[in-house]
């Protein structure tokens, strides 16, 4: 049996970026019609635009679910989102960004070999 995710893998970044990614899939497979800040251009400002606009749509949760949202940082500090995934035992994480050019899915344990450190969950206030 397949699962939800697998039909976001391999969508191109140059389509998506994170954010527009994790609006895409919230909207197509959980229902959920939310926009993140756009920023065009500048990655600070659209961190800092994320960082204030989380709050209002979510809660930090220390036991996500599928769908919730994943915030991790990057280089100095730059934060990256996703989406929380649990297949079986395990906790993924799926995401889109430029290095890897498509989006897909990883372990969370090993988010430090992709240059990220895991921030927080965030679950749906709605």
Known sequence: MRHWSERFFQIEYKD???AEFVEYVQREQF????KFPQSKGSLFLETQQIKEEIPKY???TKTPKD???VLMHGQRLMCHIGIYVRIG????VLHTEGRIKVSSLHRIQDLNLYGYKLA????WLK
């Open 16 to 18: 998506m970026n994170c």
């Open 31 to 34: 229902g959920r019609d939310f």
């Open 58 to 60: 979510v809660e930090e």
């Open 67 to 69: 769908g919730d949202l």
């Open 89 to 92: 035992w395990s906790e993924y």
């Open 120 to 123: 927080r969950f965030y679950r």
